[in-house]
């Protein structure tokens, strides 16, 4: 949710329409979070991503990626955690998850919960995702920092900067990646 949050500030900071739609009834008890995010600077009629047209998977989750990859397009990215959260009997091996997700040419896989905890708290992973997929967003880094200091400016400096310093580190680590794979 703060994800979606942070992208929503971004997007109006920068005098971009927004629609959003998402799906949260069980995320306190360990159920999935989807958002459908939708920016452009045109007006959007339907807050829905179709098949085939998302620019972005943003996972916070390696299975919740695998689950929604229908909805990317071919050019698309994948960004996701690598840290699975196991919340049912049946959750399929990590290693047949990844390497599903890396039969996709533009995939960034890391472990945002390890680089949060390093960072100071693991409740900071999803900001290390949304460093990691900004690049690909047609969102300047500038906005998100706002978004990401207007939805956390409740909580203090203290925390707005744990964050501004999860979104640098998803951010740097993507653009090594982009670099490597030059």
């Known amino acids: 949710m703060s994800i979606a949050a942070a992208i929503g ?25 989807q958002s459908n995010l939708r920016i452009s600077n045109t007006e959007i009629a339907s807050d829905l ?34 840290a699975p959260f196991i919340n049912i009997a049946d959750y399929p091996d990590s290693a ?12 960034i896989a890391l472990d945002a919960d390890k680089i949060a905890t390093e960072l100071g708290t693991k409740k900071a992973s999803n900001m290390v995702m ?22 956390f400016e409740r909580k203090g400096r203290d925390i707005i900067d744990l964050n501004l310093a999860a979104f640098d580190k998803g951010r740097k680590l993507a653009g090594e990646y982009q670099q490597s794979a030059v």
């Not at 047209?53 to 909805?71: C, G, H, K, N, W």
């Not at 998850?97 to 995939?107: P, R």
């Not at 949304?130 to 939805?151: N, Y």
């Open 9 to 33: 500030m971004a997007a109006i900071h920068e005098n971009l329409f927004i629609k959003q739609a998402e799906v949260h009834g069980m995320s306190q008890r360990g159920g999935a979070v």
């Open 49 to 82: 991503i179709p098949h085939g047209q998302a620019d972005i998977i943003l996972s916070v989750e390696p299975m919740e990626a695998l689950r929604y990859l229908p909805f990317l397009s071919s050019e698309g990215w994948i960004v996701t955690n690598t």
């Open 96 to 107: 047949v998850i990844m390497q599903e997700l890396k039969k996709h040419k533009n995939l």
């Open 130 to 151: 949304l460093g990691a997929a900004s690049p690909f967003m047609q969102l300047s880094e500038k906005a998100c920092r706002e978004g990401i200091r207007q939805i």
